[in-house]
């Protein structure tokens, strides 16, 4: 299985700040690479997938980028609703995987 | 408007079956890749398994804790997925989420989540 490793995995950061969390895979996934965020008691929402690519309706301060095993998720500018878990994804084989998440909090 | 819509979970004693079901709205779903995904409380998300249409040969993907103890199934005429769950351990216990792939392997839309709990 191709194992996710996600850090952080806690981040505290200002309404304002540019937040960044990398997801390093096990072996190469090319740009097989989702992003979720999933709020408490919540479903995962899909943010980010192929790596860069955003899906439609999510705000423009969200972008991934990355190929290969390293990949990064970015809030450019945090806002207080983006207080959630982040969790990388990879589709580049069979089982699914997922980082163990990014919890980020409001400083 | 997609619409996933879980159902089924509850308390179930070790070694004891469950069915989940997920009823589906708002796509095409006789075309549809759907996943089951679960999440032990407090912990992150794990892919149970996955089924594709039949129109894509309808192949059956299970994860290795799992297999041989779940059974995902469809019903296209009522656009329901289905989880079965038997031989159920106390490391069972999760929400299971079905999930949409509208792309391949990536989960567009997810239901709510139902609540699976197995202890005596």
């Known amino acids: 299985d191709i194992q996710m490793t996600q850090s952080p995995s806690s981040l505290s950061a200002s309404v304002g700040d540019r937040v960044t969390i990398t997801c390093q895979a096990s072996q190469d996934i090319s740009n097989y690479l989702n992003w979720y965020q999933q709020k408490p008691g919540k479903a995962p929402n899909l943010l980010i997938y192929a790596a860069s690519n955003l899906k439609t309706g999510v705000p423009s301060r969200f972008s991934g980028s990355g190929s290969g095993t390293d990949f990064t998720f970015t809030i450019s500018s945090l806002q207080p609703e983006d207080i959630a878990t982040y969790y990388c994804q990879q589709y580049d084989n069979l089982p699914l995987t997922f980082g163990q998440g990014t919890r980020l909090e409001i400083k | 408007e997609v619409q996933l819509v879980e159902s089924g979970g509850g308390l179930v004693k070790p070694g004891g079956s469950l069915r989940l079901s997920c009823a589906a709205s708002g796509f095409t779903f006789n075309y549809a890749w759907m996943s089951w995904v679960r999440q032990a409380p407090g912990k992150g998300l794990e892919w149970v398994g996955r089924i594709k249409s039949k129109a894509s040969g309808g192949t059956i993907d299970y994860a290795a804790p799992v297999k041989g103890r779940f059974a995902i199934s469809r019903d296209d005429s009522k656009n329901t997925l289905y989880l079965q769950m038997s031989s159920l351990q106390p490391d069972d216990t999760a929400v299971y989420f079905c999930?949409?792939?509208?792309?391949?392997?990536?989960?567009?839309?997810w239901g709510q989540g139902t609540l699976v709990t197995v202890s005596s």
């Open positions: 999930a949409w792939e509208a792309e391949v392997a990536t989960l567009h839309h």
